[in-house]
């Protein structure tokens, strides 16, 4: 799922995520910037489902590639679970 408006913490309320369910979570975001996003509730929300979230602050570029069937997802930049929650 791409997260909506940079994960602000308006968007991905609850009842929608009870909705989806998403395995995966990508939001697009900037390290630092003025609105503070994303919310660290909706990552909250996300982590709550279990989903694996990747926010591109941390991590560049994201990209995801499938078959079908089943999807492969690489990162352009390393990090690790501290930084993540950091972001």
């Not at 990508?26 to 390290?31: E, K, L, V």
């Not at 609105?35 to 694996?52: F, G, I, K």
């Amino acid at each position: 799922m791409k997260v909506a408006h940079h994960g602000s913490k308006t968007s991905s309320i609850n009842e929608f995520l009870a909705a989806v369910r998403p395995k995966v979570a990508i939001i697009s975001s900037g390290n630092g910037n003025k609105y503070n996003h994303p919310s660290p509730e909706v990552v909250r929300r996300l982590n709550d489902l279990q989903a694996d979230v990747f926010n591109t602050a941390v991590c560049g570029d994201v990209i995801i590639k499938s078959n079908g069937k089943t999807c492969d997802i690489t990162v352009e930049k390393f990090y690790d679970e501290q930084q993540m929650k950091a972001a």
